[in-house]
């Protein structure tokens, strides 16, 4: 069975040979052209033989494109999770939401020649993700702590710039399959509880994510949804047209057998990036893998983290997660 036919009758709840799994990551020192960060990439799929292949450009990329500026700082963070720290914001007050552009299309250009040297090398045995933010996420990165008050105080100027941000992440989106890759993970920082209410993220989250997802679903059927944080809305995004669900089920509610229960579609999780796969052993990992099966009785799931694994997670027990799949 190859790793595409794997996912497919993950995604449909029918019999496979075994369950699907993937790991990604983040690639600091390659992340600054095409060519290098395809290479790394194409030798983190070798090494492993994941079953699909989430790409994970530079952190705050497509917000890099607008404008938003970032360093690499030699600290423990970026030593482990390999993410840049934000030092300047393109949005100085409400009225620069109706202006945004895109300030350097080289960047965005820079990721489709990825996926195509990608997508060229490995063949298409795995099907390919590229990694997007949502608008909300976006507009997070592009005024700083400042997108809580612009919500709350600039609501329309605010929905003018995400108006934006979807129609262009939106054709970034179609980019990328044409380029491609297979399908978008879509991701969202802004969707839990601790940060906005339902209603709020309704209204600046929800409505601007369908507007990307209902163009992407008229073009492909793999889409992988990510829920980021703690305390999230699981029950708000259950209903969102993917095919796979992924969040830190091991951090937070719900768990992937109640995420069963609420979703149609298959869940990606199971193996906590960060106390199993960084700092415990290989027997813990197996531990996981085996409970992750036992929840969802071996249906419907494929074998992941939370997030991005850490850069220095060490390899054995990253290859006891595949070896625990065929026990």
Request: glycine share 6%; net charge positive.
């Given at each position: 069975?190859?790793?595409?036919?794997?996912?497919?009758?993950?995604?449909?709840?029918?019999?496979?040979?075994?369950?699907?799994?993937?790991?990604?990551?983040?690639?600091?020192?390659?992340?600054?052209?095409?060519?290098?960060?395809?290479?790394?990439?194409?030798?983190?799929?070798?090494?492993?033989?994941?079953?699909?292949?989430?790409?994970?450009?530079?952190?705050?990329?497509?917000?890099?494109?607008?404008?938003?500026?970032?360093?690499?700082?030699?600290?423990?963070?970026?030593?482990?999770?390999?993410?840049?720290?934000?030092?300047?914001?393109?949005?100085?007050?409400?009225?620069?939401?109706?202006?945004?552009?895109?300030?350097?299309?080289?960047?965005?250009?820079?990721?489709?020649?990825?996926?195509?040297?990608?997508?060229?090398?490995?063949?298409?045995?795995?099907?390919?993700?590229?990694?997007?933010?949502?608008?909300?996420?976006?507009?997070?990165?592009?005024?700083?702590?400042?997108?809580?008050?612009?919500?709350?105080?600039?609501?329309?100027?605010?929905?003018?710039?995400?108006?934006?941000?979807?129609?262009?992440?939106?054709?970034?989106?179609?980019?990328?399959?044409?380029?491609?890759a297979d399908g978008i993970f879509?991701?969202?920082?802004?969707?839990?509880?601790?940060?906005?209410?339902?209603?709020?993220?309704?209204?600046?989250?929800?409505?601007?994510?369908?507007?990307?997802?209902?163009?992407?679903?008229?073009?492909?059927?793999?889409?992988?949804?990510?829920?980021?944080?703690?305390?999230?809305?699981?029950?708000?995004?259950?209903?969102?047209?993917v095919q796979i669900i992924n969040?830190?089920?091991?951090?937070?509610?719900?768990?992937?057998?109640?995420?069963?229960?609420?979703?149609?579609?298959?869940?990606?999780?199971?193996?906590?990036?960060?106390?199993?796969?960084?700092?415990?052993?290989?027997?813990?990992?197996?531990?996981?893998?085996?409970?992750?099966?036992?929840?969802?009785?071996?249906?419907?799931?494929?074998?992941?983290?939370?997030?991005?694994?850490?850069?220095?997670?060490?390899?054995?027990?990253?290859?006891?997660?595949?070896?625990?799949?065929?026990?």
């Open positions: 069975m190859t790793s595409k036919e794997r996912i497919y009758k993950t995604i449909k709840g029918e019999q496979t040979d075994r369950a699907p799994f993937a790991l990604w990551q983040h690639f600091p020192k390659t992340e600054k052209t095409a060519k290098g960060f395809a290479e790394a990439v194409i030798n983190f799929q070798k090494k492993f033989e994941f079953d699909l292949i989430k790409i994970t450009p530079a952190s705050g990329y497509f917000t890099e494109a607008f404008g938003t500026k970032f360093i690499y700082k030699n600290n423990e963070e970026y030593a482990q999770k390999g993410t840049r720290q934000i030092i300047s914001y393109p949005i100085k007050n409400s009225k620069d939401w109706s202006k945004l552009s895109i300030l350097n299309k080289n960047i965005l250009d820079r990721e489709l020649k990825s996926l195509e040297i990608i997508r060229q090398e490995v063949g298409n045995n795995s099907p390919i993700f590229q990694t997007v933010p949502n608008p909300l996420t976006i507009a997070k990165d592009l005024s700083g702590k400042n997108w809580i008050k612009y919500l709350k105080e600039n609501p329309e100027e605010l929905k003018q710039g995400l108006s934006i941000i979807a129609e262009i992440a939106a054709e970034f989106c179609k980019n990328s399959l044409n380029a491609g879509f991701f969202t920082q802004t969707a839990n509880y601790d940060i906005l209410t339902e209603k709020e993220y309704k209204e600046f989250g929800a409505k601007y994510d369908y507007q990307i997802l209902d163009e992407l679903k008229q073009q492909t059927d793999l889409l992988i949804l990510h829920i980021h944080g703690l305390n999230i809305m699981f029950d708000l995004l259950k209903d969102y047209p969040w830190h089920d091991r951090r937070t509610a719900p768990s992937l057998a109640d995420a069963q229960k609420l979703f149609k579609g298959a869940v990606l999780g199971g193996i906590n990036e960060w106390e199993e796969l960084l700092e415990k052993n290989p027997v813990a990992i197996l531990k996981q893998v085996k409970d992750a099966i036992r929840q969802t009785n071996g249906k419907r799931l494929i074998i992941g983290p939370g997030c991005v694994i850490p850069i220095n997670a060490p390899k054995a027990n990253i290859n006891a997660i595949k070896e625990a799949l065929y026990y």
